[in-house]
């Protein structure tokens, strides 16, 4: 068999010209948000100004959340598994409520640009909130830029045929460029215009794949016969093929699976699912950095309805289209023998993540094709645009000012950028990596390593802002120990691999044998318990320390004396320092030799956003009291809109798990 890559490849003029004409108008929102906003301070690169609406807040968050994985991966577990998997998507409509209800009231009232940072003004100290800048850029890196990546190559494989190294550098120093260049304003901008390219073409798609084979009724009947044609062991010495490596689910269409033999038991898919959703949506910079550009926190509140309306579509628009390719292409999105798999996709534990862009390489006509690959371009983009965003934030705000207290503003911007660029190259030597990695199932992957690791995270978060009697030791110890403990369990899965249907892993029982979803349900309790019972055994923080930083004082006017007092003062003395330095400095200079800096140095701040007069803003800056104090007052009107908005959100997510339950 040969690989199907070779036989479809885009490359009619239809198709090129919707490519292109996609790519000019991404550059020009990026560059258009680029010239209406203040890209020269820290607020206006990282926060975007705090000026964002809430449909640009909404769009951002779901760009920033479906990246070229979820269509991989949502649509190669929708084939391998069935629509269980949509409850990842689902369990996603009641997350985005605590945060935008309960969790960004009291990041705003702290005055926060980083989480990191809010654990550092909440318990004081500096272990804590480094340990999360670490770990965090940690995750960004080696998985979520890694597997985006790879789902990106699997698209551009099938579809164009070209080479993965040519491919994905191109695409990373496009969004580099536009992220480096326009801050979180211009992200916010384009994300808002991808989402509505990403829904659009993913719609075409769906219609197209449904019109295929006969509707909804037909997808429900043909599922369980979609058996590729080729079930026998080439190898029979290495192998045997058991019925079910290759005989679809008798529970696809359900949600709730058996606790001990589903692949998605119900216990985790309802407490399992919601942990790790805490620490994405709640306390990952990526996520909450969209919501701190709001300019209001009622736009952050209608921002996360918006949002979670739009998680809806994940369901229909990849995990069904996923379905309706095993049906079509049952011996190569099905394929079960080993040897087969490897001609067909690259991989030999089978080829699921191929389900998606089949669809589009074969269901849709010329210049629709082009679209799609837009659309996967589109999310792409998006997603790795958000984390390089975000991790510059994290380096610069968190490591970085470590590093050197007495950096300027203008000195963080670049700073910021420069380590984006850094990001892109550790990302383009992981991808050798990423290729020797392929997974069977890829958002399998990406879930059970945010299982390992989050829950420990989650847990001091939503410790940290619900229970004041929580301290940093706590915490901390929390933190240590629960990182420990998912290691025990994710390093040794890794070193005997995860196996497959004909290969089973050899990991033993008691290590491997709890499910990834159980394990996280485990491991935030013993967390929890363990942060508790530490703090209680140590000296609680006083109130005067807490005022707007837990949820019960989120109102509080009196005023907060921060834990990290000490390091702010150091800082502000080094910047004080600083400045004296540049004032000599600048008297010493004559006019003359300012004319002769002001050609193409001018020309590339200007492009940057670093404007000639930032170092005066600087200076201001230093000089300004403190900041007013943050308003998370509503209006009543807009605040009974938003509230009965998410009551309906809710009773719409409760009927689908319902009806598909």
Not at 45 to 57: E, I
Not at 347 to 375: D, F, H, Q, W
Not at 463 to 487: I, P, Q
């Amino acid at each position: 068999m040969e690989e199907p890559s070779s036989e479809v490849t885009i490359n009619n003029p239809a198709d090129i010209t919707v490519i292109v004409g996609y790519f000019l108008m991404v550059i020009a929102v990026g560059v258009w948000s680029m010239l209406r906003t203040n890209r020269g301070t820290v607020g206006g690169y990282f926060l975007a100004g705090r000026s964002m609406a809430w449909w640009s807040v909404g769009a951002s968050l779901f760009a920033s959340n479906i990246g070229s994985g979820h269509f991989v991966g949502l649509a190669g577990t929708g084939a391998a598994g069935g629509i269980a998997v949509g409850g990842f998507e689902w369990n996603a409509l009641f997350i985005v409520l605590l945060l935008g209800w309960l969790f960004v009231p009291v990041y705003l009232t702290a005055g926060v640009i980083t989480m990191p940072q809010y654990l550092k003004k909440r318990f004081g100290g500096t272990r804590i909130s480094l340990y999360l800048s670490v770990i965090s850029l940690f995750l960004y890196v080696f998985t979520k830029i890694s597997v985006d990546m790879f789902s990106g190559a699997v698209f551009i494989q099938q579809a164009l045929g070209w080479n993965i190294y040519v491919a994905v550098i191109a695409l990373l120093l496009i969004t580099a460029l536009y992220t480096v260049t326009g801050g979180l304003a211009a992200l916010m901008y384009t994300d808002t215009f991808q989402t509505f390219v990403i829904i659009v073409g993913a719609f075409i798609l769906t219609g197209f794949s449904f019109a295929e084979i006969g509707g909804y009724s037909a997808l429900i009947a043909k599922y369980s016969s979609a058996v590729p044609s080729n079930i026998s062991s080439l190898d029979a010495q290495r192998y045997n093929i058991s019925p079910q490596c290759y005989t679809p689910r008798q529970d696809a269409f359900s949600m709730l699976r058996d606790p001990t033999t589903g692949d998605l038991p119900w216990p985790g898919v309802l407490f399992g699912m919601t942990i790790g959703g805490i620490w994405y949506w709640c306390s990952d910079q990526v996520i909450v950095q969209r919501c701190l550009a709001a300019r209001s926190l009622t736009h952050v509140k209608a921002g996360c309805i918006m949002c979670g309306y739009l998680k809806l579509l994940p369901m229909f628009l990849m995990v069904f289209p996923g379905m309706i390719s095993r049906i079509l292409y049952p011996d190569e999105v099905g394929c079960v023998v080993p040897e087969i798999c490897k001609k067909v996709c690259g991989t030999e534990v089978g080829c699921s993540n191929i389900a998606y862009p089949k669809l589009v390489v074969t269901v849709m006509p010329s210049g629709l094709r082009g679209l799609m690959l837009a659309v996967m371009l589109a999310a792409l983009m998006s997603s790795l645009a958000s984390i390089f965003n975000s991790s510059s934030t994290l380096f610069t705000m968190d490591i970085w000012t470590r590093i050197r207290p007495q950096a300027t503003e203008r000195e963080l911007i670049v700073v910021g950028r420069v380590w984006v660029l850094c990001i892109v190259a550790i990302s383009i030597c992981w991808i050798p990596v990423v290729q020797a990695a392929q997974s069977g199932q890829i958002f399998d992957y990406i879930q059970s390593v945010s299982s390992y690791l989050s829950p420990p995270i989650a847990s001091v978060f939503l410790l940290s802002v619900f229970v004041k009697r929580v301290n940093e030791t706590g915490a901390f110890w929390g933190l240590v120990c629960g990182l420990a403990m998912g290691l025990c369990r994710m390093l040794p899965e890794f070193w005997f691999g995860t196996g497959s249907c004909i290969f089973p892993s050899q990991c033993p029982f008691l290590v491997c044998g709890v499910h990834y979803l159980h394990f996280a349900i485990i491991l935030f309790s013993c967390t929890s318990v363990l942060v508790l019972l530490v703090s209680l055994c140590t000296e609680p923080i006083e109130d005067k320390h807490l005022h707007r930083l837990v949820f019960s004082l989120r109102h509080s006017k009196e005023e907060r004396k921060d834990l990290d007092w000490e390091q702010e003062e150091r800082a502000s003395r080094a910047q004080k320092k600083a400045k004296d330095r540049r004032v000599e400095k600048a008297n010493a200079v004559t006019e003359a030799d300012g004319d002769k800096k002001s050609g193409i140095c001018g020309l590339v701040g200007r492009f940057c956003g670093l404007s000639a007069d930032l170092q005066g803003q600087d200076d201001e800056a230093a000089e300004d009291s403190e900041p007013p104090m943050p308003d998370i007052s509503e209006e009543p009107v807009w605040k009974y809109a938003v509230d009965s908005n998410a009551l309906v959100m809710m009773a719409v997510a409760v009927f689908l798990w319902g009806y598909f339950a």
